[in-house]
């Protein structure tokens, strides 16, 4: 489980969005982020290339401190990203050229790929959804696809780009679809519990 969770981290490091002008608490996660350069400073090469920290690692207790702190703008921020891509005009998803597939298991375990615990990191990466969604995607493919498959997936993932389109369903979840043309998913993301509870793929046929 580990070294699965090694892999989509370093994954989404290279795992871009865009999105409206920046707010007050854009800026703040902006400027946080930037600091943490100086607290990676203190660590060996190996360590930090490993990703091999833990809940009493400084550097983990800093993001701990910073999302606790930013509860409340981190559930507005995730929220604005979601409606950033609602009624996307550019979305395109043809269902007659993709089939379903089983993800049952994954949808059944959600919590036990909840990276939280295993990679403490994840908590400032996933404070954006398209993160948190990506990394998903990226389990399926290691878990069912094997390791070059999974190489191919995230060399065409960051290369090319996915389109995104958000639809609200209720006051705290959104429905999220996206399609990056091999694989499209649908995920309902719940912003009360700040992470994905339900997922479905569909590959292309």
């Known amino acids: 489980m580990k070294n699965i969770n090694i892999v989509i981290i370093i994954s989404l490091f290279s795992f871009l969005y865009s999105n409206a002008q920046e707010d007050s608490f854009e800026r703040e996660l902006k400027n946080f982020r930037f600091s943490l350069n100086m607290v990676l400073e203190q660590y060996e090469d190996e360590k930090v290339y490993k990703l091999d920290f833990n809940k009493r690692d400084s550097l983990i207790i800093y993001i701990d401190n910073f999302t606790a702190k930013n ?36 949808n059944n375990n959600l919590k036990d790929f909840d990276l ?40 065409k993932a960051n290369i090319a780009t996915s ?36 997922m479905e793929l569909f590959e292309l046929k």
């Open 163 to 198: 389109l995104i389109k958000t639809r609200k369903l209720g006051h705290s979840q959104w429905e999220i679809i996206d399609n990056s043309y091999a694989v499209v998913g649908k995920f309902i993301y719940d912003l009360n519990k700040g992470c994905v509870v339900h």
């Open 116 to 155: 939280k615990e295993n990679v403490p990191l994840s908590q400032l990466l996933w404070i954006d959804p398209m993160i948190e969604i990506s990394s998903l995607k990226t389990i399926y493919y290691s878990r069912e696809k094997g390791a070059a498959e999974l190489a191919v997936y995230t060399t």
């Open 71 to 106: 509860k409340a703008n981190i559930k507005k921020h995730r929220e604005k990203i979601l409606a950033s891509y609602k009624d996307n005009p550019d979305f395109r998803f043809d269902t007659t050229k993709y089939k379903k597939v089983d993800v049952s298991e994954i």
